[in-house]
């Protein structure tokens, strides 16, 4: 091959190999961070952008009320913020005070002289302040100062992606465990979850926190834990239970609490799973506590107990009609369940009635746990 030749391959293949580049450049670009700089100075901000750019995606902003414009669109964007301390309308402080509620791991720098000891004060306090950066600076150190910072955000995300990990593998653990439990049981099929689904809509009436509710949800999932050391010979068994089968079935309350309290994180749910057969005249067991006694997620979780174990089939009888379970509840209003949460559930019946129809679907709508923690 002549030499012109092979020129003219290499640059061909230099041509093909171009948009590889452009892609490798455009990924490049894709992970830079981005860094909003507040300043009113204009020389200020504009050697500020000189030293960065190179580096990252470079937003600015005049003075506090527009970084906190640009923080309205491109918040989720950007990981570290500069902020000049004395500017018109609004200090630096006051400003990433602003941010720091909504955005908590954007970290965040002050620009400040050494004679403003109060703003360094407040940055402590107020804006949870990663560094200051005294003035003037050497572009060098900010460089290295802001290297520092970009790290320390990157390692926030990974622990917070570890974090939502953790509790995403917690929450398939639950419900891998309350899946076996209700297969334990050949003759109520799907209890645990339908009694999870029944008090979930009962919280939602009663307008508890959405943390509450989520603990209340993983109760529900975990309340019959305490029938693993019970024989599957009387769990399953038909007819009717001796005094001695009867005792053994009752202890599976208590032994919700042993399984449960062991676990990190789980003892609320620990105690309210133990409470579950708790009436409110004290006539329950374990314990035999009563009214206010019981915890309100273990009165909660009465009520959706029995409405499920009266509708749901059993092997030897069909469940009952939805509106006999109904007036059947509302008879006990007072004796077996709390009489507030009682006149909750004659409000929210007919959608009890409804997810009888598809407790699966229902079960997704209203899961707390599912919305955070589940993956597409
Ligand atoms: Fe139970």
């Given at each position: 091959m002549v030499l012109a030749e092979q020129f003219q391959t290499d640059d061909n293949n230099l041509e093909k190999l171009k948009p590889v580049f452009e892609a490798a450049e455009k990924d490049k670009e894709k992970e830079k961070h981005t860094i909003l700089i507040v300043d009113d100075e204009i020389n200020n901000l504009q050697l500020l952008k000189r030293t960065l750019r190179k580096n990252f995606h470079i937003l600015t902003a005049g003075d506090g009320k527009e970084a906190l414009e640009v923080i309205e669109r491109e918040g989720h964007n950007i990981s570290l913020i500069i902020s000049d301390q004395r500017m018109p309308r609004m200090t630096g402080t006051e400003f990433l005070a602003n941010v720091t509620e909504k955005y908590p791991n954007i970290i965040k720098m002050l620009l400040t002289g050494y004679s403003d000891i109060e703003a360094m004060i407040d940055g402590v306090n107020k804006c949870k302040l990663f560094q200051y950066i005294p003035k003037p600076f050497e572009p060098d150190e900010l460089e290295m100062i802001i290297q520092h910072g970009i790290e320390a955000y990157e390692l926030t995300l990974s622990k917070n992606t570890l974090l939502q990990d953790l509790k995403e593998l917690f929450f398939t653990t639950i419900k891998s465990i309350s899946s076996a439990l209700d297969a334990k049981d050949t003759y109520t099929h799907g209890h645990s979850h339908r009694v999870t689904l029944f008090s979930l809509i009962l919280s939602k009436e009663l307008n508890l926190e959405e943390s509450f509710i989520e603990e209340i949800e993983t109760a529900g999932l975990l309340h019959d834990i305490g029938k693993i050391?019970?024989?599957?010979?009387?769990?399953?068994?038909?007819?009717?239970?001796?005094?001695?089968?009867?005792?053994?079935?009752?202890?599976?309350?208590?032994?919700?609490?042993?399984?449960?309290?062991?676990?990190?994180?789980?003892?609320?749910?620990?105690?309210?799973?133990?409470?579950?057969?708790?009436?409110?005249?004290?006539?329950?067991?374990?314990?035999?506590?009563?009214?206010?006694?019981?915890?309100?997620?273990?009165?909660?979780?009465?009520?959706?107990?029995?409405?499920?174990?009266?509708?749901?089939?059993?092997?030897?009888?069909?469940?009952?009609?939805?509106?006999?379970?109904?007036?059947?509840?509302?008879?006990?209003?007072?004796?077996?369940?709390?009489?507030?949460?009682?006149?909750?559930?004659?409000?929210?019946?007919?959608i009890f009635k409804e997810s009888l129809e598809n407790p699966v679907a229902y079960y997704d709508k209203y899961s707390v746990l599912n919305k955070k923690y589940k993956k597409n």
């Open positions: 050391g019970v024989s599957e010979s009387i769990l399953c068994k038909a007819g009717k239970l001796s005094d001695e089968e009867y005792e053994s079935i009752k202890e599976h309350a208590p032994k919700a609490k042993k399984i449960l309290s062991s676990i990190p994180g789980l003892s609320n749910v620990a105690l309210w799973a133990s409470c579950h057969h708790e009436r409110w005249d004290g006539r329950g067991y374990p314990n035999g506590i009563m009214s206010k006694e019981i915890p309100l997620p273990s009165r909660i979780l009465a009520i959706a107990d029995t409405y499920d174990a009266m509708t749901s089939n059993r092997s030897y009888r069909k469940g009952l009609p939805h509106e006999v379970a109904l007036e059947e509840i509302k008879n006990c209003a007072d004796t077996q369940f709390d009489p507030e949460i009682v006149k909750a559930f004659v409000k929210v019946e007919s």
